[in-house]
């Protein structure tokens, strides 16, 4: 969370372990660092604030299929809007940072049925949507064929309702890419971006493996659509294989794939919806600190 004097991270550990000195159950909650700018070396932890009072999701047998939160896979932050979202296993949250040394839950959601492990989110520019991931089977496994179906494996997209501390997140629909995959390739939801088109409109471009990379549309939050993609097809066909897009992030006018067996692919967009993106120009870019793009 960058500040004019200090800035702040937020640090997210998750399964402790009674061997982990350091990292020990239960251990619902999050390492805030604050550096100062003038003097980085003096960076300390100033907070340490429990984000699941209640222990959090308790995972199976009670929800099977779901995972146990013990912390935060990942946490993004919007600091134009005071917000940051958490993928946090078994819960999604909403986080006030105000005050970026008391960040503070102001909703929280779960999802027991479709969502396996809550990745990664995204907000959209206008902070009234979060797209959060589930990263079904860990990545490694076949999740966008017939059998595991539309629903998991999937992003998940959430409209931010109200207003200061009764904002809640209110569940609209999922996306999943819509092309079935072999059983030999692992595909699932993962890491992506805004595509900073402005106007109102909502797209994202995002990573699934040897699902590729897809482009798609959220701006109807119930009504998620692709609308361009790149995939390269399957590494094996006789054996399921760990390879594909690892993450996809739009810089610049171009979308930035890290694909594990292939290396670093840079990709164009060519779609008029996604032109006025490419006025949009940026020194550096930390997806997990998202900027103002307009």
């Known amino acids: 969370v960058p500040g004019d004097r200090d800035l702040y991270l937020y640090v997210s550990s998750y399964s402790p372990s009674e061997a982990f000195p350091d990292c020990q159950p239960p251990h619902d909650g999050i390492s805030v660092i604050k550096v100062p700018k003038k003097n980085p070396t003096q960076a300390a932890v100033v907070a340490f604030p429990v984000l699941f009072p209640d222990g959090g999701n308790p995972g199976g047998p009670t929800n099977p299929g779901v995972s146990k939160t013990t912390g935060c896979h990942d946490i993004t932050v919007l600091p134009s809007k005071k917000l940051a979202a958490g993928a ?3 819960d999604g949250i909403l986080f006030d940072i105000s005050k970026p040394e008391q960040p503070r839950v102001i909703d929280r959601v779960q999802d027991n049925v479709n969502f396996a492990f ?3 989110a995204t907000f959209n520019e206008k902070a009234d949507k979060v797209v959060f991931t589930d990263e079904l089977g860990g990545g490694g496994g076949a999740t966008c064929n017939e059998a595991t179906g539309p629903n998991r494996g999937a992003d998940g997209i959430y409209d931010i309702t109200g207003r200061g501390d009764q904002r809640k997140l209110v569940f609209r629909s999922y996306f999943k890419i819509p092309r079935l995959q072999a059983d030999t390739e692992n595909c699932v939801a993962h890491n992506g971006s805004l595509v900073p088109v402005g106007g109102g409109r909502d797209i ?5 493996y040897q699902g590729g990379v897809s482009v798609w549309d959220f701006t109807d939050s119930a009504r998620p659509r692709e609308i361009g ?21 739009y810089y610049n006018g171009y979308v930035y ?6 290396g670093l692919d840079v990709l164009r967009i060519d779609d008029w919806r996604t032109e006025s993106a490419k006025w949009v120009w940026m020194d550096r870019l930390n997806v997990q600190s998202q900027p103002e793009y307009h």
């Not at 794939?257 to 292939?262: E, H, L, M, R």
């Open 118 to 120: 809550w990745h990664s």
């Open 204 to 208: 994202m471009v995002q990573s699934w």
């Open 257 to 262: 794939s890290n694909d594990i067996a292939k």
């Open 88 to 90: 946090c296993m078994g």
């Open 229 to 249: 993609y790149f995939e390269r097809g399957p590494l094996t066909t006789d054996h399921l294989g760990l390879g594909g897009s690892w993450s996809a992030y």
